[in-house]
C-alpha cells in the first residue's frame, strides 16, 4: 500500500486519519519516522502552523507530507482559543484546557463555536492547503468518554450529542478534519 507521512504526534488524530484512508494509504506520523522533534508552531494562523509542521517533515526526511493545525474557535471569546487550543490553558493537557473554557464561558448565552482544521500538503515542494470547519455549540457540561480535546463540550449543529458521546466512524462523518481530509484525499486521486 502507498505511504503517507503525517506529521504529527497526536495519537487520536492519527487513528482518526488512518481510519479516514484505511484501503487507500498507510499513514506513518512523526514516532512512526523516527522524528522526535516538538516542531515549532510559531505562526499566527492554522495554515501557518500546519505548513512549519509538513515543512519540517519535508525539509528533513526529504519526503512528501502533509500536517493539519486545528482548534476549537468560539464566538463570544473572540474566536479562543482559536491556535492556541492545544496550550490554552498555559500546559498541553486536554482537562485543564477545557476546564477554562467552561470557566470563561460561564453565564454566557451566546454559546456558538466551530471547530476549524487546515491541512498542509507539501509534495515535489509546493504546499497545497485544504480547510475544514463544523459549526456547533458549547455544552456548559461535559458529557462522553470518547474522543480528545473539546470533544466533551462541543455538539456539532444539528445533532444532540457531543463528539465525545460519538464513535471515531460517526464523527469521522461530520468532522472538520474528516471534512479537510475528503478534499485532500479527492485532491490525491486526481492528481496521484
Ligand atoms: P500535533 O501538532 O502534533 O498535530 P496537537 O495536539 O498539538 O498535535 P494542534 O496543534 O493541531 O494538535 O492542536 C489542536 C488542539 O485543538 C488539540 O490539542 C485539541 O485540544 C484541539 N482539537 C483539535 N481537533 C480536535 C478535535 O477533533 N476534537 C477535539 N479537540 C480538538
Not at 492556541?84 to 490553558?89: G, K, L, T
Not at 498541553?92 to 484546557?97: G, R, V
Not at 480535546?149 to 474528516?178: L, V
Amino acid at each position: 500500500m502507498r505511504e503517507l507521512v503525517f506529521a504529527t504526534n497526536n495519537q487520536h488524530k492519527t487513528q482518526e486519519v488512518r481510519n479516514l484512508l484505511l484501503n487507500e494509504y498507510s499513514v506513518l506520523n512523526l514516532n512512526d519516522i523516527g522524528c522526535t522533534t516538538d516542531i515549532p508552531e510559531t505562526a499566527d494562523t492554522f495554515a501557518g502552523n500546519a505548513t512549519l509542521k509538513s515543512r519540517y517533515v519535508a525539509d528533513h526526511y526529504q519526503m512528501d507530507c502533509f500536517a493539519d493545525d486545528s482548534g476549537l474557535e468560539i464566538e463570544a471569546l473572540n474566536q479562543e482559543p482559536g491556535i492556541f487550543s492545544a496550550r490554552y490553558s498555559g500546559v498541553k493537557d486536554d482537562l485543564e484546557n477545557l476546564k477554562l473554557v467552561l470557566r470563561k464561558m460561564e453565564g454566557q448565552s451566546n454559546r456558538k463555536a466551530r471547530f476549524r482544521t487546515v491541512i498542509s500538503l507539501i509534495r515535489g515542494g509546493e504546499v497545497f492547503l485544504f480547510e475544514g470547519i463544523v459549526n456547533g455549540t458549547i455544552r456548559e457540561t461535559p458529557t462522553g468518554e470518547k474522543g480528545f480535546g473539546y470533544d466533551p463540550i462541543f455538539e456539532p449543529e444539528g445533532y444532540d450529542h457531543t463528539f465525545a458521546e460519538m464513535s471515531m466512524e460517526q464523527k469521522n462523518q461530520i468532522s472538520h478534519r474528516a471534512l479537510a481530509m475528503n478534499k485532500l484525499i479527492t485532491f490525491l486521486k486526481e492528481r496521484p
